[in-house]
């Protein structure tokens, strides 16, 4: 059993490492904007907002069949909508099937994965479901720096079409191979269940239509939007940035700098877990605020003082901030609403990045207008200033 579950966890994290690929967008979008250079970076920003519009959505939906649907079959739809997302954005020739590609395709088939691995894998784990929450979005994080590295070193000898077209049969490979493979646990009887897991039967399950009308959901999905934002406007502008401090750094050194975000975003996601485990929720989104408000200061000095290595540790520290929004979503929506409703009421906190989202966009828009990236760090020590106070609003019902 220890060994079913161990390789349950390892594919689960392969799975999420292929659908993070939607994050890479700062590095798999650098070859595409060299050749069409007609297109503005308003415009090619806005694919990575779509794309997480529709990953919210791809996730929502996987939540909503879940009853229905066994996680087998969902990770097979997600297997066919990224292969096909990557291979018609190797196809593109405008914005058109970027949008559709990327950002329609690649969105959805990253969202039904999630869903189905972040619903699935840790019901095999019920005494530490934060931490190995936190090790799955691990891998959600490590996809920019492991996969975005894969492309870079793919694309001097296959061109940028010919990395996208590998990598739609490298994904449709790994999540065929989780969908054969993972499963979801026989449901144990309540009283068993507690005596196997030595954890309490959580009697608080809240439907979704009535977690969307406490005050307490609200309070948190506001926090963690802020928290997002911050985190997604510098993802979606990486490189660039970096490169605005220093033109001079080749492409492959921009992504080693951009891929500091996803390494230090996945190691927050298990430490944020393992917090979440043992000092609980308050403290856990306590450190997660002051890490967000630190890292936003960092970026705006360094941005300032156009300096590199200031701009790396802002990188760090916000990645690590950042890696806290997936695994609170998952960790405070089971324990604040239960295990029974899980699946919809997660991808319900999911939804945050819908609004989180469009930060990526209005940063592109608001340097196609002023040339610089000022207004990107005032958007990120913005979010941290707000997220930091708003933690007095969050409340558990079971604990007022």
Partial sequence: MKAKKMVYAVLGTLILLFAGTIYAWSILSAPIAEEFTQISQGALSTTFTLTLICFCLGGFVSGLIAGKVSPRWRMLAAAV????????????????????????????GAGFAYNAVMVTVPRWFPNHPA??????????????LVLGSL???????????????????????I?????????????????????????????????????????????????VIFISAAGLAIISQAKPVAASIDPTLSGTVLAVIAGLISIFNGLGRILYGYCFDR????????????????????????????????????YIVIGISNGGAPTMCASVTRDFYGSKYYSVNFQIAVLNLLPASFVGTIS??????????FATMVMVLVCGIVAFPLLKLVRKDTEA
């Fill in 81 to 108: 909508l990224l292969a096909l997302g990557f291979f018609v954005t190797s196809r593109m020739q405008g914005v058109a099937l970027l949008y559709l590609g990327y950002g329609v395709l690649m969105g959805f």
């Fill in 131 to 144: 931490l190995i929450s936190g090790v799955l979005l691990m891998g959600f994080g490590f996809s920019t």
């Fill in 279 to 314: 000092i609980k929720w308050k403290k856990t989104l306590l450190f997660i605020a002051a890490t967000c408000l630190v890292g936003g200061i960092i970026l705006m000095v360094a941005f300032l003082l156009r300096s590199l290595a200031l701009m790396i540790v802002g």
């Fill in 175 to 223: 999540m065929l191979l989780g969908a054969l493979l993972i499963k979801a646990p026989e449901e144990a009887a309540p009283k068993q269940a507690a005596a196997e897991t030595s954890v309490k039967v959580d009697q608080y399950d809240v439907p979704p239509r009535v977690m969307v009308k406490k005050v307490s959901f609200w309070s948190f999905f506001l926090w």
């Fill in 151 to 173: 492309f870079m070193k793919m694309t001097p000898s296959m061109g940028w079409r010919g990395a996208y077209t590998a990598m739609a049969v490298a994904v449709a490979v």
């Fill in 364 to 373: 592109g828009m608001l340097y196609d207008s002023t040339g610089s990236y």
